[in-house]
C-alpha cells in the first residue's frame, strides 16, 4: 500500500521525501485547492522544483485541484491543470466534473484520481468518474465503514485510496455547507472551512472560548485540550445538556485498522494535514512508515503514538468501525 | 530559569540591537518568508514568552523588519502569540507543531488569526533558526553559543512532555 502524504510548502515536501512518503499531495496557492490558507501553498515555481526534487528520490507528487469550479471564472481551474501536467505532476486530484471533463479531454495521458470532495461513495457513482473520465483512482470519503471499503474496492475497476490519519470530516465530504453557513466561506468553493479570517480566540478565567463567525463553537476548561472552531464539532446546549453533538474533536488514527485495509485491498494509504507544520509532517510520516514496515514484517504495530499531535488531543477510527450500529 | 532572571535585570537595549542584527540577516537569507506573508507584511505580531519578563513587538515589514523589546505588549497588536520560549523557538525551527501546541494549551493565540496562521506557514517553510541566526555573528564562537542557548531555552523533558517534536 502507497502511503500519500501531505505537503503545505517546499519545506513540508522536502520532509515528506526524507520521512519516507510514496507520493505527496500537495496544492497551488489559490482558491482551486481545498487547503488555500493564508501563506501556504506552493507557486509555480515551487510546484515544479518540488516536483523534481521529489522525483529525484523516486516520490511521486499528487497535485489537488480540488475545489469545484465557479461558473464563468473556469479559466483558474483550466489554468492549474495545465501548469500542473506542465510541471510533471504524477496526478492529478480533482473533485469537479467540469474540470475532470477538461483534464480527460485536453491532457488525456494524464493520471487522474477522484478527490474525496467528489464523495464518491458507491460504486455506481465511482464506475462513473472512471468511464467518463478514465479516472485510475478514486479517494473514498471517511463515511465509509471497512467492509464497505473493502466491497466498493471489488466492484469497481480504479485504485481506492482511504486517509489513515489526520482531521476527520464528520459530513459527507464536498457535500458540506456548514462552513459556509456560519462564515460565507467552503472548503467546496473556497478551499477553506472554517476561515481563519472568521476565528475568534478568547480566554476568559482560564478558559478558552472560540468563536466561529457570528457563532460560539466551544468553551475549553483550563487546562482541557482544545480543538479547531469547526461547527461539526462545536459543544452544544440543547435540551438534554451540552455536549458534542455532531462529533467528539479528535483526529482519525487507522493505525490498528491496517491490517484489515490490507485485507480490503486498497491500494493507497492518505495522511491528511497539509495545513499542518513540518513537525507533524516529519512524525506522522515516519511513524506510519514504521508501521507499514512492521505490518509487512509480521511485527505488531505500535498504536496511539500521535495522540500529542491529535485535535483534541484524542483520536478515533472514525466510521472504520461503525460501533454505533 | 536562567534566562528569565537574566532577562528581569538586565537592559533591553543589547537584546534589541542583537535581535535586530538576527532579523536583518533573516531578511537577507529568507526572502521567501515575506513572500508568504503578502498582505500580512504590514502587520504588528505580539510574540509573548510567558517564562520570561519580557515580550516582543514583531513588524515583518518587507523593506525594514523590525522587532522591539518591551516588558509588557502594548495594546494595539494585531495578533498575540504566547507561551513559553522553548516552544516559541521551537515552532519556528521545525522542532513543534504549532497547532498541536494549541490543542495541548501551551500556547495561547488571539487578534488576527489570518496575520497567526499566515506567520506561522511562511516561517514553517522558511526553515530560519532563531538561534543559529542570532548568534552567526559572532563567528567561531558561534558554535558553542549557540549549544549554551539551546540548552537555555529548551530542555529535552520539555519536549518529552509535549508529546510532540522531530523524533520518530
Known amino acids: 500500500m502507497e502511503l500519500i502524504c501531505p505537503a503545505g510548502t517546499p519545506a513540508a515536501l522536502h520532509d515528506a521525501v526524507g520521512a519516507g512518503a510514496d507520493a505527496i499531495y500537495c496544492g497551488f496557492n ?24 521529489a522525483h529525484r528520490y523516486g516520490v511521486k507528487v499528487l497535485v489537488a485541484i480540488n475545489t469545484f469550479a465557479r461558473a464563468g471564472n473556469v479559466d483558474l481551474w483550466r489554468r492549474a491543470v495545465d501548469d500542473a501536467v506542465e510541471c510533471e505532476a504524477d496526478a492529478l486530484i480533482v473533485a469537479d466534473v467540469g474540470v475532470m471533463d477538461y483534464v480527460a479531454r485536453t491532457h488525456p495521458q494524464q493520471r487522474l484520481h477522484v478527490s474525496v470532495q467528489a464523495a ?8 462513473f468518474y472512471v468511464e467518463s473520465f478514465g479516472a485510475k483512482r478514486v479517494v473514498l470519503p471517511r463515511v465509509l465503514s471497512v467492509p464497505e471499503i473493502a466491497a466498493i474496492t471489488r466492484e469497481v475497476d480504479c485504485e481506492t485510496e482511504v486517509f489513515i490519519f489526520g482531521g476527520l470530516c464528520v459530513m459527507e465530504e464536498g457535500r458540506c455547507s456548514l462552513s459556509s453557513y456560519a462564515t460565507g466561506k467552503s472548503p467546496n468553493m473556497d478551499g477553506v472551512c472554517s ?3 472568521a476565528i475568534q480566540y478568547r480566554e476568559e478565567n482560564g478558559a478558552l472560548i472560540s468563536r466561529l463567525g457570528n457563532f460560539t463553537i466551544n468553551k475549553f476548561a483550563k487546562g482541557e485540550a482544545a480543538a479547531y472552531p469547526t461547527l461539526c464539532k462545536g459543544r452544544y446546549q440543547t435540551d438534554e445538556g451540552c455536549g458534542y453533538l455532531f462529533e467528539d474533536p479528535a483526529s482519525l488514527d487507522a493505525t490498528t485498522m491496517l491490517p484489515e485495509l490490507r485485507k480490503a485491498k486498497v491500494s493507497a494509504l492518505k495522511i491528511e494535514g497539509r495545513q499542518r507544520g513540518r513537525a507533524y509532517i516529519e512524525r506522522v ?18 498504536a496511539d503514538e500521535l495522540n500529542g499531535l491529535s485535535e483534541g488531543q484524542s483520536t478515533t477510527v472514525g466510521a472504520y468501525k461503525k460501533t454505533w450500529r | ?62 523593506m525594514n523588519p523590525r522587532v522591539t523589546v518591551v516588558r509588557t505588549l502594548p495594546p494595539g497588536v494585531d495578533a498575540r502569540i504566547a507561551g513559553p520560549l522553548s ?82
Open chain 1, 30 to 53: 489559490d482558491e482551486t485547492n481545498a487547503r488555500n490558507f493564508p501563506g501556504l501553498n506552493f507557486n509555480r515555481e515551487e510546484m515544479r522544483d518540488s516536483i523534481a526534487h
Open chain 1, 120 to 127: 464518491a461513495a458507491n460504486p455506481d457513482s465511482i464506475r
Open chain 1, 195 to 197: 476561515p481563519a479570517g
Open chain 1, 285 to 302: 510520516v515516519k511513524t506510519f512508515r514504521h508501521a507499514l514496515i512492521a505490518l509487512e514484517e509480521g511485527r505488531p504495530i505500535p
Open chain 2, 1 to 62: 530559569m536562567p534566562v528569565a532572571l537574566a532577562s528581569r535585570v538586565l537592559p533591553l537595549l543589547p537584546l534589541q540591537l542583537l535581535l535586530g542584527i538576527c532579523l536583518r540577516e533573516i531578511r537577507s537569507r529568507h526572502p521567501r518568508i515575506f513572500d508568504r506573508l503578502g498582505s500580512h507584511t504590514g502587520k504588528r505580531y505580539g510574540l509573548d514568552p510567558t517564562d520570561l519578563p519580557l515580550a516582543f513587538v514583531l513588524e515583518p515589514r518587507r
Open chain 2, 87 to 168: 516552544a516559541l523557538i521551537g515552532m519556528t525551527d521545525g522542532s513543534y507543531d504549532g497547532d498541536a501546541l494549541f490543542f495541548s494549551r501551551d500556547i495561547q493565540i488571539d487578534g488576527d488569526m489570518e496575520a497567526v496562521v499566515a506567520l506561522r506557514n511562511a516561517i514553517d517553510d522558511s526553515r530560519v533558526d532563531f538561534l543559529a541566526e542570532s548568534v552567526a555573528w559572532l563567528g567561531p564562537l558561534a558554535t558553542p553559543i549557540e549549544r549554551l542557548l539551546r540548552g537555555l531555552v529548551a530542555p529535552p523533558s520539555f519536549r518529552q512532555e509535549m508529546g510532540v517534536g522531530g523524533g520518530g
